[in-house]
């Protein structure tokens, strides 16, 4: 199985900082990363996938990148709304497998 | 619009079978991939299979000696069975659409559906 992990694991922020989170892959996955963010309670909501493309309806401030086995998503500003736990997840091969997750909270 | 629900016992006694239904709206299930994805509570995401356009299914090889899925095109449903359940396999049950692709990804999930196992 290709394991994922992330990092931070968790991480405190302010309205209106830029946050980063890392995705590592335990072998290449091309672009097949793929980001979610789950509120408390609800579904994940797809954000970005083929790592750098904004799923539609997604706000502009949240980003990807990266290819091989290194990526990242950014939150450029962080909003009241985006306080959730976020996931990468690769989608190369099956086993589909995420990563553990990122919490952001308020600080 | 697309819109997906499980539907299934909420309350399952150990050593019992799980058996969980998706009732797709919105899209074709001869068309896309469909998956279900399993959480703890207070725990990640695990996916436990999928099943695709061509007939095909791939199982999560931790659960695969005790899974089956299965579709019904006519009723644009598809299905979870998970046999001899513990109380490890208590968690909330999402079935998701996945776009096939160079943009694979799980674009519309259902609300979950929170499965006890308790006797």
């Known amino acids: 199985d290709i394991q994922m992990t992330q990092s931070p694991s968790s991480l405190s922020a302010s309205i209106g900082d830029r946050v980063t989170i890392t995705c590592r892959a335990s072998?290449?996955?091309?672009?097949?990363l793929n980001w979610y963010q789950q509120r408390p309670g609800k579904a994940p909501n797809l954000l970005i996938y083929?790592?750098?493309n904004l799923q539609s309806g997604v706000p502009s401030r949240f980003s990807g990148s990266g290819s091989g086995t290194d990526f990242t998503l950014t939150i450029s500003s962080l909003q009241p709304e985006d306080f959730a736990t976020y996931y990468c997840?690769?989608?190369?091969?099956?086993?589909?497998?995420f990563g553990q997750g990122t919490t952001v909270e308020i600080k | 619009q697309v819109q997906l629900q499980e539907s299934g016992p909420g309350l399952v006694k150990p050593s019992e079978t799980l058996s969980l239904t998706c009732t797709v709206s919105?899209?074709?299930?001869?068309?896309?991939?469909w998956n279900w994805i399993r959480q703890p509570a207070g725990k990640g995401l695990e996916w436990i299979g999928r099943?695709?356009?061509?007939?095909?299914?791939n199982y999560n090889p931790s659960l695969k000696s005790r899974v089956i899925m299965s579709a019904d095109t006519p009723k644009n449903q598809f299905s979870l069975r998970l046999s001899f359940m513990t109380a490890a396999d208590t968690a909330v049950y999402y079935c998701?659409?996945?776009?096939?692709?160079?943009?694979?990804?799980?674009?519309?999930w259902g609300q979950g559906t929170l499965v006890t196992v308790s006797s």
């Open positions: 998701v659409r996945e776009v096939e692709g160079a943009a694979r990804s799980f674009d519309y």
């Open positions: 919105g899209a074709s299930i001869s068309a896309y991939s």
């Open positions: 099943i695709y356009t061509s007939g095909s299914i």
């Open positions: 072998q290449t996955i091309n672009n097949y």
């Open positions: 083929a790592a750098s």
């Open positions: 997840q690769q989608t190369y091969t099956t086993p589909r497998t």
